[in-house]
């Protein structure tokens, strides 16, 4: 009879045990379901915000372009007053401030959007190569002034 008892004893516990680890599984089952959720609508965030910044890094872009677009033709206009000898000159830089500009706004326009590392690495090459243009474009009219 003690055996009899002993042995359902540990078959309850065995049971009991078996039971609890059961519904341990189903929680930690949920508990990671509930990560991968959390995770899934933190990279959906992640990629609208990105894609957020290409889009307003674009339209500031498009900006400075245009202004870039108005000082040359400014330019232009003034240098239309000027010496023969001195026009041809301003004109051949004139054409390659005009040609970088619309390098730029391809550059930009054909831009995709192929991931955060690489916009970030575009974004700084990018933002360099306009401010370099944006300075020659002063210097250069500002020079002739």
Do not use: H, P
């Not at 189903?26 to 990105?50: F, I």
């Not at 391809?106 to 995709?112: E, S, V």
């Amino acid at each position: 009879m003690k055996i009899l008892k002993l042995t359902l004893s540990a078959l309850v516990m065995f049971a009991g045990i078996g039971l609890m680890s059961c519904n341990t599984s189903a929680e930690k089952v949920e508990k990671a379901e509930t990560e991968v959720q959390e995770a899934n609508e933190n990279l959906d965030k992640a990629n609208t915000e990105y894609l957020a910044d290409v889009e307003k890094f674009k339209v500031e872009t498009a900006l400075k372009i245009a202004e870039n677009e108005k000082s040359i033709a400014e330019f232009n206009a003034r240098v239309a007053a000027d010496k023969k000898e001195a026009k041809a000159d301003y004109k051949a830089k004139i054409a390659a401030l005009e040609l970088k500009n619309s390098d730029m706004k391809k550059k930009i326009a054909d831009y995709k959007a192929d991931g955060k590392d690489s916009w970030s690495k575009f974004k700084t090459e990018f933002s360099k190569d306009m401010d370099e243009l944006g300075k020659s474009l002063k210097d250069f009219t500002r020079k002739d002034d």
